[in-house]
């Protein structure tokens, strides 16, 4: 197989490489599209959308807060794309960053 137009993924645990994968084809024929929800009145992250409205507040220049999902039941690969979807709202005129970061 030609390295040309080659998708290369090295599936990692922890800091060592498990195994590497090739595909010639994007998104991978393999991808499971999989929605979750962030449910601010329990700072969870998970594939059941929450029955109620809520919100997170933090501070300015604070580390923001953190949405955690339950343990997983099985080894789970995530590749890109990784799509984010949030409704803020500012109280006060200025500057108002919102920045989403996935940590694995």
């Not at 220049?61 to 995530?78: K, M, R």
Request: hydrophobic residues 40%; aromatic residues 8%; glycine residues 6%.
């Amino acid at each position: 197989m030609s390295n040309e137009g080659t998708i290369q993924r090295s599936i990692r645990f922890e800091l060592t490489v498990k195994r590497v994968a090739r595909s010639t084809a994007w998104p991978l024929p393999e991808t499971q599209w999989t929605r979750f929800f962030l449910d601010a009145a329990n700072k969870t992250l998970g594939p059941d959308q929450p029955h109620n409205m809520a919100s997170a507040t933090y501070p300015a220049l604070s580390e923001g807060v953190t949405f955690s999902t339950a343990p997983w039941e099985q080894d789970v690969e995530i590749v890109g794309p990784v799509k984010g979807k949030a409704l803020r709202f500012v109280e006060h005129a200025g500057n108002g960053h919102l920045r989403n970061r996935l940590r694995l």
